[in-house]
């Protein structure tokens, strides 16, 4: 059984740990910005910060494959926790600084960027195959699911607890994985295998990753994806300012938060169930498009009802969810179990290369225009993205997730 598999539980919980980490620190920080600077430019310019290092994965990639995951999973967990520090001994003595914490948020993210990673890369070493769908499933409400809900509950936080009190808390669930990796043996792969990662020049094992995302199939997959996280690298940036002006501050900020962890979370718990229902083009299409239409339903709910808006969010993010563990998925079992780290770091840095400057963006628009306009963009996006899945024939023709192979050369 899933659950009684001991090193997948380790990843589970070392997974919970460090998104509740990220989560108070990502909201914490966001509203720290705003605070004391008072500009939704900067909260745009911490935006672009925390979504830079994406971009960056793709050069982590050969760094998984050819190291051993768990050391360098514990080493830079010690970083993250070394970093926050600083932000707790400058918030303690009242004297933190809006440059310094823009700085530590890019360093500490770029160290976020080599955790996840690599627990993508141990599950499937860990894990059947023929449950592969459910492990990412699990893996994705503990990442996405409550990374959304502790993002919300972080938010309500900040009206009750001092910053320099949340940034204390924020190091205990950074050190946990910590000792979660530690209890974790070193997962055993096949020697040729690992030898042959090992003594392949790094030029070498980067470009054979590069080339491997560079098939037609995942281009068509990550091109539009690339897109829609643009548009919601706007929408992250945007929502302090929207909860700021038509709600209460800081509780409608993290409740808007937490209803779109709640939504991805009832995604990802009944995509299980539904996988093989359908072909997997006809998931991804509909999947997008209703949640589109949901989403620009919910921004103009904001003026008749807090509690439709709620709701309309929920649903439109349950899709958004469920279409999440289909891609992880996707992107596990169609490359070579060597190459993993490599093309799931590509895949990484392809979809997030236009998410830091559509912070920038999204900051400028939200101070020009409004940001219901800002969060409009999004659901239009997502039903073109839907659209274009509807209408493209090799994602139309393939079967359900269960039965897809590996990617031909």
């Known amino acids: 059984m899933l659950f009684q598999n001991k090193k997948f539980q380790y990843l589970i919980w070392s997974r919970i740990s460090s998104n509740i980490g990220d989560s ?35 050069f982590i990639g050969p760094l998984i494959d050819r190291s051993n995951p768990i050391k360098l999973y514990i080493f830079v967990s ?4 070394f970093l926050l520090g600083i932000i707790l001994f ?24 080599v955790v996840y ?6 599950i499937p070493k860990v894990v059947p195959e023929k449950h592969l769908v459910k492990a990412n499933a699990v893996m994705s409400v503990a990442y996405q699911g409550l990374d959304f809900v502790f993002n919300g509950l972080s938010g309500m936080l900040i009206g009750f607890f001092a910053i320099s009190t949340l940034y204390g808390i924020n190091i205990i669930f950074f050190m946990i994985p910590i000792l ?56 992250l940036v945007t929502l302090p300012s929207f909860a700021d002006q038509y709600g209460n501050g800081s509780s409608t900020y993290g409740l808007t938060i937490a209803f779109l962890g709640l939504g991805s979370m009832l995604g990802a718990l009944f995509i299980d169930r539904f996988k093989t229902k359908q072909r997997l083009g ?6 997008f498009m209703l949640s589109g239409a949901a989403w620009i339903l ?19 993010y349950a899709f958004i969810g469920a279409v999440n563990v289909l891609f992880t998925v996707l992107f596990q079992k169609l490359p070579e179990e060597k190459i993993l780290g490599r093309v799931n770091t590509a895949v990484e840095s392809i979809i997030s290369f236009a998410m830091p400057v559509g912070s920038l963006i999204g900051g400028f628009l939200t101070e020009l225009t409004s940001p219901i306009f800002v969060l409009c963009l999004f659901g239009i996006g997502l039903i073109i993205l839907g659209a ?22």
Not at 90 to 113: A, H, K, P, R
Not at 282 to 287: D, E
Not at 298 to 316: E, R, T
Not at 388 to 409: E, V
């Open 78 to 81: 010690f970083l993250q926790a």
């Open 180 to 235: 979660l990796m530690i209890l974790l043996k070193r997962v055993q792969v096949i020697k040729n295998e690992e030898d042959q990662a090992r003594n392949t020049n790094y030029k070498a094992a980067l470009l054979e990753g590069i080339k491997a995302v560079n098939h037609p199939l995942l281009r068509a997959f990550l091109i539009p994806l690339t897109m829609v996280n643009f548009l919601f690298a706007m929408v």
């Open 117 to 122: 990673p690599i627990e993508n890369v141990l």
């Open 388 to 409: 274009f899945y509807l209408t493209n024939r090799n994602i139309q023709s393939l079967p359900d997730i269960d039965k897809m192979g590996k990617l031909q050369k």
């Open 24 to 58: 108070i620190f990502y909201v914490v920080s966001m509203w720290v910005v705003l605070e004391i600077s008072d500009s939704p430019v900067l909260t745009g310019v911490a935006g672009f910060l925390f979504t830079l290092p994406s971009i960056l994965n793709v």
């Open 298 to 316: 919910m921004v103009f709910s904001i003026h008749i009802s807090s509690i439709l808006f709620y709701m309309l969010l929920v649903i439109s």
């Open 282 to 287: 006809i998931i991804l299409s509909f999947g």
């Open 90 to 113: 400058s918030s303690s003595v009242g004297d933190i600084n809006v440059w310094m914490l823009l700085c530590i948020i890019f360093l500490l993210t770029i160290f976020t960027e």
